[in-house]
Each structure stands twice: as structure tokens, then as C-alpha cells.
């Protein structure tokens, strides 16, 4: 079976960092789109960044120059690096799957991502 899990959520003050991991089984992330999405109390869920299998990155506007995605084939697994954190990115951050060329996508359950003083 499939499995997209998260780690390296917690609780961080204002203007730290955090690194979340997102690790998959089941399937080779090589042939997909990996993203990262959050999800605020009250809010939809939102993409906050992605990344190709080329290697190509996009961004939320309210992300540039503070967080940075990035991937390791070889270790199945993609990566947000998220610095200078603001309480507005408090929300649960879960990892997303698209295949390349199939109808086949996959969420993990998410981990939670706490921005407090």
C-alpha cells in the first residue's frame, strides 16, 4: 500500500525553523509531483509549495524567500525547509503526491506545525 508520512512538525516561537520530511512507500516519488499543503483552523487547505520531477519549484506568495522544498529520490523523500515562521503559518502541513502522466494521487495524514511565543 501507499503511504505518504510526515514528520517534523512542533511548536516553534516566531522566527524560527523548521524541517518537515515527508516519506513515502509504495510508490517512487521519481514519477511525481511532490507538494506541500496546509490547512489553518477554519481555512482551506492551500498549496504552499511544490516540486517537479525535473526539479522545477513553485511557491505561495506568502512563502517565497522563507521556505524552500526540495527532494531526494534516492531516499524517497521530500523535504520543507521553513524559516523565519510567523503564527499566520500555524496550520497542519501535509504531503502531497501527483503522478506524472496517471490518474493517481496520494495525501499523507499530515503533521502539525505550531508558530507561538
Known amino acids: 500500500q501507499v503511504q505518504l508520512v510526515e514528520s517534523g512538525g512542533g511548536l516553534v516561537q516566531p522566527g524560527g525553523s523548521l524541517r518537515l520530511s515527508c516519506a513515502a512507500s509504495?510508490?517512487?516519488?521519481?514519477?511525481?509531483?511532490m507538494n506541500w499543503y496546509r490547512q489553518a483552523p477554519g481555512k482551506q487547505r492551500e498549496l504552499v509549495a511544490g516540486?517537479?520531477?525535473?526539479?522545477?519549484?513553485n511557491y505561495a506568495e506568502y512563502v517565497k524567500g522563507r521556505f524552500t522544498i526540495s527532494r531526494d529520490n534516492a531516499k524517497n523523500t521530500v523535504y520543507l525547509q521553513m524559516n523565519s515562521l510567523k503564527p499566520e503559518d500555524t496550520a497542519v502541513y501535509y504531503c502531497?503526491?501527483?503522478?506524472?502522466?496517471?490518474?493517481?494521487?496520494?495525501w499523507g495524514q499530515g503533521t502539525q506545525v505550531t508558530v507561538s511565543s
Open positions: 509504495g510508490i517512487s516519488i521519481s514519477m511525481y509531483t
Open positions: 502531497y503526491a501527483a503522478h506524472n502522466f496517471l490518474p493517481l494521487d496520494y
Open positions: 516540486i517537479t520531477s525535473g526539479g522545477s519549484t
